[in-house]
T-cell receptor
């Protein structure tokens, strides 16, 4: 089955700096890569996703890149703000609904 | 549009008991997935239902079961509870593709 590894497990950045979270996956059949943000006491919220026919996608301060050859994908958050502090999960999916998540990255943005 | 709702939000049970959790998906969504979230294991896929049929299943023992009703509402049941079953149980709904919307979860504590 699919295996998703996520680094780092914790990340502290100064407000205004950029944050990068990296993931690798094992199943070459995976074609959908979502990223979720989970705040304390809430369920994960989809923030951006990318499909295997696209190499990069951007939504305001958030961007995701995908390298299918290397089986790597990354989340980039620019101009971080305190409200970006949360746990971020990457995930990979080779088929409808069978989604495998990374272990999560706790991001702390220091004002 | 109302989001995914889960009931109850918190539950305390003792070992050996059984528990039933409920999930109401976003209106129009036909797929419901269940996940177990623990600090050590992250988000782990339990099973997914689509139009009342289990379409995918994760690697959990048979004590974990689920079902989906004709109105797409879903329930999951855990029998013979063990201490290790203490976790946040998340439900996610989707129209039919990969994009999932999570509920707030049910926090289960087994004593």
């Amino acid at each position: 089955g699919e295996n998703v590894e996520q680094h780092p497990s914790t990340l502290s950045v100064q407000e205004g700096d950029s944050a990068v979270i990296k993931c690798t996956y094992s199943d070459s059949a995976s074609n959908y890569f979502p990223w979720y943000k989970q705040e304390l006491g809430k369920g994960p919220q989809l923030i951006i996703d990318i499909r295997s026919n696209v190499g990069e996608k951007k939504d305001q301060r958030i961007a995701v890149t995908l390298n299918k050859t290397a089986k790597h994908f990354s989340l980039h958050i620019t101009e971080t703000q305190p409200e970006d502090s949360a746990v971020y999960f990457c995930a990979a999916s080779p088929s409808y609904q069978k989604v495998t998540f990374g272990i999560g990255t706790k991001l702390q943005v220091i004002p | 549009k109302a989001g995914v709702t889960q009931t109850p939000r918190y539950l305390i049970k003792t070992r050996g008991q059984q528990v039933t959790l409920s999930c109401s998906p976003i209106s129009g969504h036909r797929s419901v997935s269940w996940y177990q979230q623990t600090p050590g294991q992250g988000l782990q896929f339990l099973f997914e239902y689509f139009s009342e049929t289990q379409r995918n299943k994760g690697n959990f023992p048979g004590r974990f079961s689920g079902r989906q009703f004709s109105n797409s509402r879903s329930e999951m049941n855990v029998s013979t509870l063990e201490l290790g079953d203490s976790a946040l149980y998340l439900c996610a709904s989707s129209w039919s593709g990969n994009e999932q919307f999570f509920g707030p979860g049910t926090r289960l504590t087994v004593l």
